[in-house]
């Protein structure tokens, strides 16, 4: 018998495929835990809060870093304004590809008061728990650099779960694939964001700049939590969101509430009331036409809704929540509709910093979710129009003597920069694609939902780059995004480089 | 022609006692500004928020200084509760007098939140400013030692009106008498307290501890500003007060107000329509019962009350206010009815802090001003039931699991220690020799007020020490009394001075 150098090489495939092929994505996260989690500690401790531009930098070019040890180019995208925090972008070409794949997170984080954390927890300075606080875990300090890593356990600090938790998963899912040897079956893009947290607002400049070079068949998003089941997820649309500022006056300067209560008006009260007119006790927005302009969901997408498990009851036990604000719809049913919510309250100071004032002032912070159909401006308009209509005369600046003079009830309302809501049909072909490789990880079927609750600019993608965007959730739903003691699950992290991995294997 | 002795003597008076009687109270006090002004700086460099203990017995012990270089014996009362902090005690005893006049004045001030000041102010770090600075005011920088002082200039800081202008004012007013020869006619009392701003929470303790020492058959209390019209004032009742702080509770958990808005119960939202029941449009109270248990104003008192000079119209202008609360009552009317006010209100964070959460819970300060009828715990009460005739259920500590499971809706209510109104017939032959003093020092008839707007918890002095009370405020009516930017206009210390000295020198 001869061997041929063909059947040699073939030989020599043969006996080194095995310790290739059988090495698994997850056998090798396992493998290389401890470096993974060094790395992303390392990232965890660079400041991201978007204001904070030297930080943010610090950030990019850490993920540039990160990219290049990984053999992918990284550049720096920015806008057509100056000073743009930049997206950091690189790309892989596979020969004979037919497809290209985008994968999108951010790397900034919502801002930060260290006194409502955890004591003695600094948001940049990641510790591991054994679980939440309030469910009996423990703080367990810094993670050290090749100790054993525990998948149960958690990271705390800002930006843990949304979004670092996309940037370290995309990129350790890449190195992962390449690593063990598995094959791309499309082209790669990456992208990563360092202003989502504040509305995305130079994502379209950055889109329109580089419209050639973010050219992708499919951008998937990885942000935001998995189902409240556990259970893997796939999201295929977002809603929009629209913040409004709202600042009531009263006096020129503080009172004494026992000198001048209650001949001087109360701004605090009259916010109050003019909060309280937004809602009716059944939850419902009084607002006049707030659900009009809705489209209506497909029947595959009432099917799939209809399909999510229903995780109200856990829920509510989990968060201590004796009934939720509507009865009348479940949590997946009323994420199909716009809401309208509080976020903050302020009015002179509570507890023992409290004092015997009638305030000056009362500010409220409103968050309007969107759903496919609403405009932004048109929604943020409705609201407006309410509270003229309760006697509120609208201002976009302080007070002017001339205003006080005129108007019983002055308020100030700053609409900040808003966008509209996204949904990609579920049985386009290149949808079937993603869902058929994420549920090739799991034996549990898929959490397949219309649109998710939270909010990305994601018709940016598909008005500006005329491209097909879906989301793949990776992090515990019980993170406490955007609020302190943001956590994220380790396990979770480990399940989500797999997910992307095959994703990025798919074939199309 | 003979001189005898005694008209020698007679003569020796004659000559010496021009330079002693020609020297009126104000001309001692212009002649000796620089000395007042640096010793009442020192004074209010010394930080006096009650719960700090240290400098608040700084500020006992600063007094007693004062007090010793004027020849008044000093001495601190404390009550029965170790470590309470003390009151300051003096007297001097005059030969002959049948009466006996008791001064009081406290030293401690409210909370302080820097940030609140004027940018580059620091509380207890104070200044000269030549007006408000909403009023086209500057800041002039701190008093110089031995620099002229200008009365048409405010010094800026904690307690310079409320009520560290009472101590130095009655000090001063007893110097400035025996340092120009005039003569007291009544035994002179003086007690200075340390917890005023805190609800006088042991001043029952002290009166009982030392009744004897404490008697007298007046006692006259300089707190509180003069009429807004600027003419001198005296008051002959004070409100009771009582604070709630209320915190009603969503999630466990902040929540991302996409991922569960309006699913998850919001807080702030509860509180809002909590608040917004508690008051119509027309600023009318709508617990039930709110406006029971008034004592009925006297003929004299009604026709006081008549006489005071309208400066509702002065006040709108000033203080930026279109319309007052109430429209179908004068400030003045106002001020004889039990009160509701919200002090303050907090649900997680606003302006550059605001993230788009579902908070955890919202908090409000709520301030209940009593008049003569009231009962302080009744009154509380009736504002707990209206919130338990709103579908709330009422704890007194943080909400435990079980509490979340079986109740929609939550709150915590704290009461604090309050206490009642109080009201000194102005037709006593007392009350009347007072006004007289007063009347004696001005040209322009007095504000004689049956009860002022403020409290202070004067019904003490009737219920322990079994003697009348009169209260006789001496400081600018916009004097930011209680909040940031608290000011004093400096001839309005002066005056008060001289309106003292003739109360200390008036004839029973």
Redesign the interface.
Known sequence: MKFSISSTIGLLFLCLAPSLQAQTIPAYVSKNDRRIMEEYIRFLSIPNVS?DTLNIRKNAAFIQEMMVSRGIKAELLSGTTPGVTPAVFGEIKTPGATKTIGFYAHYDG??V?PKQWYAGVEPFKPVLITA?L?SGGKIMGPYKPGEAVNPDWRILGRGSADDKAGVMAILNAYEALTKTGKRLNANIKFLFEGEEEVGSIHLNEIFRQHKTKLQADLWIIID??RHVSGRKTIVYGV?G?V?M?LTV??????????????????P??K???L?????D?K?Q?LVKGFYDDVTPLTATEQKALSQIPDQ?AQLK??????????LD???AE??MQP?????????????????????TK????L?L?LVKGNDYRKQAEKVIAHIKSRGFHVINRE?T?ED?????NLIKITVEHGYNAQRTPMDLPIARSIQAAVQSTTKEPLVLIPS????LPLYLFEEILETKVITVPIVN??N??????ENVRIQYLWEGIETIAAIMGARF
């Open positions: 204001a919502q801002p008061n939440p309030e935001a939590p809603r969101d913040n500022h006056y009263g006096a020129k300067r503080p009172l004494h509430s026992g000198n001048y209560g209650n001949w001087a008006p109360n605090a009260l916010l109050a009331q909060l309280a007119s937004m809602k006790d939850g927005v109200d036990k989990e968060l201590g929540i004796h009934s939720p604000e509507r719809q479940s949590l009323g994420i809401t309208l919510n509080i976020n903050g309250l302020q009015s002179a100071n509570v507890g023992s910093m409290a004092s015997n004032v009638i305030p009362a500010e409220a912070v968050d979710r007070p003597e006080r003079r005129q108007y019983p998710m609750g939270g909010s739903y019980d406490n995004q955007h609020a302190e003691n």
